[in-house]
């Protein structure tokens, strides 16, 4: 887990917790203080694209805080939220490949409940959904190896545009 990839969740742990218009106000200044960092983030690397996923779905819900303090979470964006928070627990603490495909499951349905959403309310959960989907895909791949034992699979070291490429036999 990358430094911004923790103070992104921090933020937004933050702002479940404390939604009143200073501390929407405080978390806000400090989303805006790591936006060159998630400009950083490179859009073709899946787990980048993930953290970016969840920086434009904090981003989206504290301008949301900011315009209205008491109603940013309510109804069924709560309860979906809160469910995709609950799978990212579920992810956090790893499992079997049967427990991490039983999580990919619940994500199918939550899809189907975000799609349901209006147009402001299903584009940010969209943002969070995939950085929920990179967390999971990433535990199914820990599952995989520690049940299963194969080795994940990793792209390739990207070779910059101009560079000679040799190609070595492997060990």
Do not use: F
Request: proline share 6%; with cysteine.
């Amino acid at each position: 887990m990358t430094r911004l990839e923790r103070q992104l969740l921090s933020l937004l742990d933050a702002l479940r917790e404390h939604s009143s218009a200073g501390s929407v106000d405080r978390i806000r200044r400090a989303l805006v203080s790591l936006a060159d960092q998630a400009e950083q983030l490179d859009p073709t690397d899946p787990y980048h694209r993930g953290i970016g996923q969840l920086y434009d779905y904090v981003d989206a819900t504290t301008r949301a805080a900011v315009t209205d303090p008491a109603a940013w979470i309510a109804g069924r964006r709560a309860d979906i939220e809160n469910s995709l928070s609950s799978v990212l627990a579920a992810t956090r603490r790893g499992g079997t490949v049967y427990t991490v495909s039983c999580l990919r499951e619940d994500l199918t349905h939550l899809t189907r409940h975000i799609d349901q959403l209006s147009e402001p309310e299903r584009e940010p959960l969209r943002q969070l959904l995939g950085y929920v989907q990179m967390k999971t895909h990433r535990a199914m791949e820990q599952a995989v190896h520690s049940d299963w034992g194969i080795a994940p699979i990793r792209r390739p070291a990207r070779t910059p545009v101009g560079a000679t490429v040799i190609d070595r036999p492997g060990p």
